[in-house]
């Protein structure tokens, strides 16, 4: 899997770059192999925290919500639910600095991590 260039781009379009890039990164998880789809190791799963760790750098928080809740489905899927809610609780943690910008509609990762960690 390759993975898009880091995203800086004079007189603007960051947002949208890095939206794209985090958007990718959750169409790549839901297709990739089966086999690695989930596993924490998975190059997917660590394109995730590349994600989240540019997010971060960028103060970008609401793509660090949804990286944050897609990583967090990954460790939920993958009976890693200690982990799952660490990273869903980290979501939360930072939605009242994000609710302007999305909703938790938009946080369908979480809803599927809560609902995995309740009932197994």
Known sequence: MTHPEPMSEPGGGD??????RANGWAIGMGNSPVTGRHDPSAPVVRWGFEVLED???????EIEVLALDGLARCHA?????DAARDLFDAADQLMPS?????NDADRIDAHHARALTAIR
């Not at 997010?55 to 928080?61: I, L, S």
């Not at 994000?98 to 999305?102: E, F, M, N, Y």
């Open 55 to 61: 997010a971060q750098t960028r103060d970008d928080v």
């Open 77 to 81: 899927v993958a009976n890693d639910h």
């Open 15 to 20: 947002r949208l770059k890095r939206t794209r």
């Open 98 to 102: 994000a609710q302007h910008l999305i």
